[in-house]
């Protein structure tokens, strides 16, 4: 599987002490430049920085196609606008965003987009953890934001 994320996921699983659920369920995760710079570099000393320099199953790939990553950037930040570029050049299996716009235009852009909750499904079907209820609520601890809704409907996917 070829699996594209956003630093917001990358901080996210950093954050909760899960970012290795990626390496289970891709093996390899691509972050684009931009992304890999955003977390460790200028976010050096905050959480993920370590976790992702230290993760040999990431690649870091810059993109090729900068004039469409500026096309995005009207709308999107540098880094989201490289994710999906990214995840487009290597044909991914999925992109990893959370963003309600960077999801819309992944969408448009022909990406199949999966966020954390989505993801902690798949981990929770691939046997790589056995609840998500615990790891949605660190995740709302940690600023995720996420309705009272999505938080039932999800929980409810995973029988939960």
Request: charged share 25%.
């Amino acid at each position: 599987m070829i699996l594209v994320a956003d630093s917001s996921a990358l901080i996210t699983l950093a954050r909760i002490g899960r970012l290795q659920l990626l390496h289970g369920i891709a093996g390899v995760v691509y972050v684009p430049s931009a992304v890999f710079d955003e977390v460790v570099l200028l976010g050096a000393g905050r959480p993920g920085s370590e976790e992702l320099a230290d993760a040999s199953w990431v690649v870091r790939q810059p993109v090729r196609d900068t004039a469409s990553v500026d096309r995005f950037r009207g709308r999107l930040g540098h880094g989201e606008s490289e994710a999906i570029v990214l995840a487009k050049e290597l044909g991914a299996d999925v992109l990893v965003v959370d963003d309600a716009r960077a999801r819309r235009v992944a969408e448009e852009a022909g990406q199949r987009v999966v966020g954390l909750p989505g993801l902690l499904i798949n981990a929770k079907e691939r046997g790589l953890i056995t609840a998500i209820k615990p790891l949605l609520d660190e995740m709302l601890a940690f600023g995720f934001f996420l309705d009272t809704e999505n938080y039932r409907s999800i929980l409810q996917r995973a029988d939960e």
